[in-house]
């Protein structure tokens, strides 16, 4: 692996600690034992990108403890002892962007190490790895959430996986044209440069619901803000087209809103709207719009927000449930405010969904994508009257 960081000049970590059952898998070339599906509970075994995950000195002394006690009880342990001792807490996935990319440059050069330069695994994972080199997508490593993270990640151990449980008959080798396993990464290129969600349906529960933390196992999985049900999934919003068909510019390439050459208006004092109108959304948000809501009574001036937040649809984050494929039917002044629109369409869709629904991660990327426009309307609107008699009603317009 040094040979390969070296050849390479990359970054690999330098933490990996390979335990006995992942040697045992590779010298019994069995790189992935059990099904060829992932699943929560098995998916750091065998040779997968999470066996390139540092360990912690005090981790690695455990396990080696763990190793020698199995060794000595290994013909008087019974069939419950010997299940207990094999499990192991999971390795966290990556939460970062340069997480990521260490570990699958460390990958890279294990798929290399074990199985050489043309493994056709090792070159999809190695064009992978190229890519969140690339200058264009470093620029934008903010885009890359924990979430996503753990979407990528997920991808590469579903087709490593798959890749490793495709059986080849010898005769198959013999041929003019072998048929060597193949890996079908490539799609996973495209979501990564067009900044889309990697989707993986068999994608774990814990994974969508853990918050960005250090250390510790993915089986410690940290607690919802509604634990009576599990939170609904918080995805960027892939691109939408737009009225005339075309694809709107990437983040990166929109001017910036124009903020310093704006004269602040007086602010008129204003009522703040009753608190059973904003009882139903998230305190997270509520806290982030307190002042706005004082000023506005509830009512929400999203587009006004974006625009001087420099946001578009794109970057919004959605929830997955209600995402149709082309658009999200999530309502984002209830999610924020009041809704004052008769009717709503998205309401019908139930896109009206409480605050206590809500996953604390998809809260504060929704605040921090919209703190400046907040703050900007806050200083140069004005609360209009009218809408506001109505907000005070019933709430339509």
Request: charged share 15%; net charge neutral; hydrophobic share 40%.
């Given at each position: 692996m040094d040979a390969w960081a070296k050849w390479k000049g990359q970054q690999i970590e330098t933490g990996v600690y390979l335990p006995k059952d992942i040697i045992e898998c590779i010298r019994k070339v069995t790189?992935?034992?059990?099904?060829?599906?992932?699943?929560?509970?098995?998916?750091?075994?065998?040779?997968?990108?999470?066996?390139?995950?540092?360990?912690?000195?005090?981790?690695?002394?455990l396990e080696q403890e763990k190793e020698?006690?199995?060794?000595?009880?290994?013909?008087?342990?019974?069939?419950?002892?010997?299940?207990?001792?094999?499990?192991r807490p999971g390795k966290d996935p990556p939460s970062t962007f340069l997480e990521l990319r260490v570990m699958l440059?460390?990958?890279?050069?294990?798929?290399?190490?074990?199985?050489?330069?043309?493994?056709?695994?090792?070159?999809?994972?190695?064009?992978?790895?190229?890519?969140?080199?690339?200058?264009?997508?470093?620029?934008?490593?903010?885009?890359?959430?924990?979430?996503r993270c753990r979407e990528i990640t997920w991808a590469v151990i579903c087709d490593a996986k798959r890749f490793f449980h495709t059986q080849v008959h010898p005769s198959e080798l013999t041929q003019p044209n072998p048929h060597y396993p193949v890996s079908h990464l490539a799609s996973v290129l495209l979501d990564i440069q067009n900044m889309v969600?990697?989707?993986?349906?068999?994608?774990?529960?814990?994974?969508?619901?853990?918050?960005?933390?250090?250390?510790?196992?993915?089986?410690?999985?940290?607690?919802?803000?509604?634990?009576?049900?599990?939170?609904?999934?918080?995805?960027?919003?892939?691109?939408?087209?737009?009225?005339?068909?075309a694809i709107p510019l990437p983040y990166a390439t929109h001017q910036p809103f124009?903020?310093?050459?704006?004269?602040?208006?007086?602010?008129?004092?204003?009522?703040?709207?009753?608190?059973?109108?904003?009882?139903?959304?998230?305190?997270?948000?509520?806290?982030?719009?307190?002042?706005?809501?004082?000023?506005?009574?509830?009512?929400?001036?999203?587009?006004?927000?974006m625009?001087?937040?420099?946001?578009?649809?794109?970057?919004?984050?959605?929830?997955?449930?209600?995402?149709?494929?082309?658009?999200?039917?999530?309502?984002?002044?209830?999610?924020?405010?009041?809704?004052s629109i008769k009717k709503c369409p998205c309401e019908a869709k139930g896109g009206h969904v409480p605050g206590d629904k809500l996953h604390p991660d998809f809260c504060r990327e929704l605040c921090q994508k919209l703190k400046s426009g907040i703050e900007y309307v806050l200083r140069n609107e004005q609360p209009s009257p009218t809408k506001k008699q109505k907000l005070s009603g019933s709430g339509g317009k």
């Open positions: 790189p992935c034992p059990g099904e060829p599906i992932p699943t929560f509970a098995n998916a750091d075994k065998g040779i997968g990108p999470l066996a390139c995950r540092p360990w912690r000195s005090d981790e690695i002394e020698r006690a199995a060794e000595a009880t290994a013909a008087t342990r019974t069939y419950n002892e010997q299940v207990q001792m094999a499990a440059a460390t990958y890279c050069a294990l798929l290399w190490a074990l199985f050489g330069g043309q493994c056709a695994l090792y070159i999809a994972v190695l064009d992978i790895y190229w890519l969140l080199k690339d200058d264009y997508i470093a620029m934008q490593q903010h885009e890359f959430t924990p979430l969600p990697v989707v993986r349906g068999s994608l774990p529960l814990a994974w969508r619901l853990e918050q960005n933390r250090v250390g510790g196992g993915v089986g410690q999985q940290s607690t919802p803000f509604h634990t009576a049900a599990p939170a609904p999934l918080a995805l960027p919003m892939p691109p939408m087209p737009t009225h005339g068909g124009n903020q310093q050459h704006v004269s602040p208006t007086p602010v008129a004092p204003v009522t703040a709207p009753p608190t059973n109108q904003l009882g139903h959304v998230n305190p997270i948000i509520r806290e982030c719009f307190k002042e706005y809501h004082q000023k506005f009574g509830g009512r929400v001036m999203l587009s006004k927000i625009k001087a937040a420099n946001i578009d649809w794109p970057q919004m984050p959605y929830l997955l449930h209600l995402w149709d494929g082309k658009k999200s039917n999530l309502c984002y002044s209830y999610v924020c405010g009041v809704c």
